[in-house]
């Protein structure tokens, strides 16, 4: 067997969780691979909305296992928010709920050194969701980091005592940046007790165990491909590497063990934060669609900056991350639109070109637009993709013809119900 992998194609918030959800069923695991609580992974079902930070969107289906990789940051804090909020649900996280031993831990000490950061930029902030996971995916890639497997340690206190005392060190040279370490530290503590209840594992070998008995597995994503620290619209990027080889690394799976790539993408674009974003609309079409689509951020509740749908950017993402198959999401906030506007080109520097360049921060970037005929309909009601209209279905035609993957999935609401199959 082989690990099938879902992620965002844009800048995040395309709808990941949804669709996980959706095809939990066909799966006996679900594994989140890397990023933080810096993630909001929203479920509709049964008239009720779940967000989801850091526990894998595979949660609410019964008897299948979720796995918390090693590629993660984890803050117990919010972790433990997470578990209560699924106790009404007799969700037994106990049994199906289970975490790398090689996850780092965010230490309120990070978060701490991501807002002293972030403030000291001033008007150039990256636009940080102050999470602390900058900081915690430092303190790894420096070898100074605080793991799951570290808090079974006898020495534990004694590890965090010293991570925190070279912290503090740094906070120094904050001056005007106060702060009351003591009050974070209990919720910590706390959060790290009810961390013991759940089961800690290798999960490199429990993956790898699970593909050989023939277990079926799907590697969830967080954030979006224009987020990769490597691939991403750099400095304005999360900590993490977003994309399909983020699973290799944040699970321990072989290259040749990746199966099917499904790219999640919204019929328009988003971003959250600073940085680059060829097709925004500041206008009262982007506000229309910012209101229609709901569109402010489940983790931060920050507006969303909103825009035409970028093809560039989309065959970009789709050539780095090996694409097998779409799902369109929101397909429904286009619903009043008489036409559709798609963005096919950029010119940059006076040359009009159909790739994404090495950078679009300091240079100016003009979209080229082509239209397409809006389907000025209520899609929310639809139940089979065969009963959609035409210029839907043509929107689907010209977006597959273009970026030479097909679109098996369309999403026509935020309810799980509302998910339509056009193969």
Known sequence: MKVDVLLGLQWGDEGKGKIVDVL???????ARFQGGPNAGHTLEFEGIKHVLHTIPSGIFRKDVINIVGNGVVIDPVIFNGELEKLRPFNVDFKKVLLISKKAHLILPTHKLLDAASEQSKGKNKIGSTLKGIGPTYMDKTGRNG??????LSPNFKDKYDALVEKHLGILKHYEDFTFDLSALEKPWFEGIEVMKQLDFIDSEHYVNAALKAGKKVLAEG???TMLDVD???YPFVTSSNTVTAGTCTGLGVAPSKIGNVIGIFKAYCTRV????FPTELNDEVGEKIRKDGHEFGATTGRPRRTGWIDLPALKYAIMINGVTELSMMKADVLDDFDAIKVCTHYIVNGEKIDY???????????????EVKGWNTN????TNFADAPTELKDYIKYLERNLEVPVTVVSVGPDRTQTLNTK
């Open 24 to 30: 939990t069923p066909q799966y006996d695991i679900i």
């Open 146 to 151: 605080l793991r799951v497997g570290d808090i």
């Open 222 to 224: 967080a954030q979006g």
């Open 231 to 233: 691939f991403g619209t």
């Open 273 to 276: 934060g600073s940085g680059p």
């Open 356 to 370: 994404f360049p090495f950078d679009i921060n300091d240079v100016e970037v003009t979209p080229v637009y082509e």
């Open 379 to 382: 899609l929310t009601n639809l």
